[in-house]
T-cell receptor, first 112, second 109 residues
Framework: EAGVVQSPRYKIIEKKQPVAFWCNPI?????LYWYRQNLGQGPELLIR????????DSQLPKDRFSAERLKGVDSTLKIQPAELGDSAVYLC??????????FGQGTRLTVV | GQSLEQPSEVTAVEGAIVQINCTYQ??????LSWYQQHDGGAPTFLSY??LDGLEETGRFSSFLSRSDSYGYLLLQELQMKDSASYFC??????????WGAGTKLIIKP
């Protein structure tokens, strides 16, 4: 069974530029998460989807971040415009139930 | 506010046993999870405790005491490949996963 797939693995952009991340969750997993992780810290939830519905986006900076989950499967996370402080690893995870999440390898974003 | 406390770093010797503690303060509780993350890698699920007691999975065990808002991860027969960061995470009453800051486990030969 394929795991959670994310692309790209690495991205370097200049500040004020837009950037998008893509996630393909494990087939059959209804719950999808986007996390941001800074070095030496735990993952910070940005948004959680149940199928195509965003059920928790309270931590998503909505002035510059947006997300969507197409047909309840793939998801994209966008930042526009990016700021220096957005440099982090962006992790996507999916879950068949609430007790465990399966993570992708993440996208390491560097904003210069 | 909601918070999880775990030591920032633990050092142990190869072949030994190490315990990583986690205390939590959250709005509601459904369960305590543990994840392992190697440098540059993604977090991987290790264990989940919803009820009090010890859960054993090979060399790893996880314990939960809901009355004390406390749990721990026990790693036995430590191997060099166990060097990683370990995160505890609590599922609160809103089904939100609250994460600790992680414990870096350093294993010496």
């Amino acid at each position: 069974e394929a795991g959670v797939v994310q692309s790209p693995r690495y991205k370097i952009i200049e500040k004020k530029q837009p950037v998008a991340f893509w996630c393909n969750p494990i087939s059959g997993h209804n719950t999808l998460y986007w996390y941001r992780q800074n070095l030496g810290q735990g993952p910070e939830l940005l948004i959680r989807y149940e199928n195509e519905e965003a059920v928790d986006d309270s931590q998503l900076p909505k002035d510059r971040f947006s997300a969507e989950r197409l047909k309840g499967v793939d998801s994209t996370l966008k930042i526009q415009p990016a700021e220096l402080g957005d440099s982090a690893v962006y992790l996507c995870a999916s879950s068949p139930r609430d007790r465990e999440a399966f993570f992708g390898q993440g996208t390491r974003l560097t904003v210069v | 506010g909601q918070s999880l406390e775990q030591p920032s770093e633990v050092t142990a010797v190869e072949g030994a046993i190490v315990q990583i503690n986690c205390t939590y303060q959250t709005s509601g509780f459904y369960g305590l999870s543990w994840y392992q993350q190697h440098d540059g890698g993604a977090p991987t699920f290790l264990s989940y405790n919803a009820l009090d007691g010890l859960e054993e999975t090979g060399r790893f065990s996880s314990f939960l005491s809901r009355s004390d808002s406390y749990g721990y991860l026990l790693l036995q027969e430590l191997q060099m490949k166990d060097s990683a960061s370990y995160f505890c995470a609590v599922m609160d009453s809103n089904y939100q996963l609250i994460w600790g800051a992680g414990t870096k486990l350093i294993i010496k030969p």
